[in-house]
C-alpha cells in the first residue's frame, strides 16, 4: 500500500512538473501559437494575405487597378469599397472576401480593410477646385459618339483603332475586355492608371478635361469591342456540332 502511494506521489508531482514546464515536448514556444484566422486584425497582414496579389504591394498596382490611387479613392466612397471587397464584382477577376459572400474574411476584417486603404492612400484635396465624373452614371453612353471620344483623348497613346500604339497596348483586346466590366472600365477612364502611366481624365487632353457623358461614350464604344464569346479561337457555324458536313 505505501509502495503504490509512493507510486502515485511520484507520478503527480511529475505531471505538475511538466505542467509548469516550458520546455515539455509538443508545447509551443512563446510568439508560437498559432493566430485563428478570423482574428487577425492587422490591415498590413490582411492586405498582403487577400488584396496584394492583383492590386500590388503597397496598393502600387498589378493585374488590377492601384488602390493607392487617390483619385481613385476620391471618386469611389466607403460604400464602392465595402461591397467590391465584400461581394466582389460579377463578371470580372475580382472575387468576394466576406464569409457571407462565400469568403474568408469577417465582417470586421473588410472593415480593416476599407478603411486601411482610406486611411494609408487617400488625399482629401487631391482635385484642388477640379469636379470629376461620378463615379457610375445613370446616363447610357452613345458607342457611335463614344469612337469620336476615343479619337480624341485615347488614341495618342493606344492607337487609332485601339489596338495599341507606340506608347500604350491594346484596349480592344477581347481577352482584357472579357475580364473588365463597363464599370471597371469606367473607372480606369477616370482614375487613370498612373502605375501604368495611364493619365486620369483630366489629362489626356492638356487643358481639356473629360465630362461625364465622354466617359460614358468612350465606355459604350469600348464595351461594343467586346466579342461575344470571349476565347472562343474559332468561328462556329448554324449546324450543330457532330453533325456531318
Same mark, same amino acid.
Given at each position: 500500500?505505501?509502495?503504490?502511494?509512493?507510486?502515485?506521489?511520484?507520478?503527480?508531482?511529475?505531471?505538475?512538473?511538466?505542467?509548469?514546464?516550458?520546455?515539455?515536448?509538443?508545447?509551443?514556444?512563446?510568439?508560437?501559437?498559432?493566430? *485563428? &484566422? $478570423?482574428?487577425?486584425?492587422?490591415?498590413?497582414?490582411? =492586405?498582403?494575405?487577400? @488584396? #496584394?496579389? %492583383? /492590386? +500590388?504591394?503597397? !496598393?502600387?498596382?498589378?493585374?488590377?487597378?492601384?488602390?493607392?490611387?487617390?483619385?481613385?479613392?476620391?471618386?469611389?466612397?466607403?460604400?464602392?469599397?465595402?461591397?467590391?471587397?465584400?461581394?466582389?464584382?460579377?463578371?470580372?477577376?475580382?472575387?468576394?472576401?466576406?464569409?457571407?459572400?462565400?469568403?474568408?474574411?469577417?465582417?470586421?476584417?473588410?472593415?480593416?480593410?476599407?478603411?486601411?486603404?482610406?486611411?494609408?492612400?487617400?488625399?482629401?484635396?487631391?482635385?484642388?477646385?477640379?469636379?470629376?465624373?461620378?463615379?457610375?452614371?445613370? *446616363? &447610357? $453612353?452613345?458607342?457611335?459618339?463614344?469612337?469620336?471620344? =476615343?479619337?480624341?483623348? @485615347? #488614341?495618342? %497613346? /493606344? +492607337?487609332?483603332? !485601339?489596338?495599341?500604339?507606340?506608347?500604350?497596348?491594346?484596349?480592344?483586346?477581347?481577352?482584357?475586355?472579357?475580364?473588365?466590366?463597363?464599370?471597371?472600365?469606367?473607372?480606369?477612364?477616370?482614375?487613370?492608371?498612373?502605375?501604368?502611366?495611364?493619365?486620369?481624365?483630366?489629362?489626356?487632353?492638356?487643358?481639356?478635361?473629360?465630362?461625364?457623358?465622354?466617359?460614358?461614350?468612350?465606355?459604350?464604344?469600348?464595351?461594343?469591342?467586346?466579342?461575344?464569346?470571349?476565347?472562343?479561337?474559332?468561328?462556329?457555324?448554324?449546324?450543330?456540332?457532330?453533325?456531318?458536313?
Amino acid at each position: 500500500m505505501r509502495f503504490r502511494l509512493l507510486i502515485l506521489r511520484v507520478v503527480c508531482v511529475t505531471a505538475l512538473g511538466l505542467c509548469g514546464c516550458t520546455n515539455a515536448p509538443g508545447r509551443p514556444g512563446p510568439g508560437k501559437v498559432p493566430i *485563428v &484566422p $478570423g482574428e487577425i486584425s492587422d490591415f498590413g497582414v490582411l =492586405y498582403a494575405q487577400n @488584396c #496584394s496579389g %492583383c /492590386h +500590388g504591394s503597397e !496598393g502600387k498596382g498589378g493585374a488590377a487597378i492601384a488602390l493607392a490611387n487617390p483619385v481613385y479613392l476620391a471618386v469611389a466612397d466607403d460604400a464602392v469599397l465595402h461591397r467590391a471587397t465584400a461581394s466582389g464584382i460579377p463578371g470580372t477577376s475580382m472575387p468576394a472576401f466576406a464569409q457571407s459572400a462565400g469568403g474568408m474574411l469577417t465582417t470586421k476584417q473588410v472593415d480593416v480593410i476599407v478603411n486601411g486603404i482610406r486611411e494609408r492612400w487617400s488625399k482629401p484635396d487631391i482635385f484642388s477646385g477640379a469636379d470629376p465624373p461620378p463615379y457610375s452614371s445613370s *446616363v &447610357p $453612353g452613345d458607342s457611335a459618339r463614344g469612337s469620336e471620344v =476615343y479619337a480624341t483623348y @485615347c #488614341s495618342s %497613346c /493606344h +492607337g487609332a483603332a !485601339g489596338r495599341g500604339g507606340q506608347k500604350a497596348s491594346s484596349i480592344v483586346d477581347g481577352s482584357f475586355l472579357a475580364l473588365v466590366s463597363d464599370q471597371e472600365l469606367r473607372t480606369i477612364v477616370i482614375a487613370g492608371r498612373p502605375e501604368l502611366g495611364a493619365p486620369d481624365w483630366r489629362s489626356d487632353v492638356p487643358g481639356k478635361p473629360m465630362s461625364s457623358q465622354d466617359v460614358s461614350d468612350v465606355v459604350a464604344w469600348l464595351a461594343s469591342q467586346r466579342p461575344k464569346f470571349p476565347g472562343q479561337p474559332f468561328q462556329t457555324t448554324a449546324k450543330a456540332m457532330g453533325e456531318i458536313q
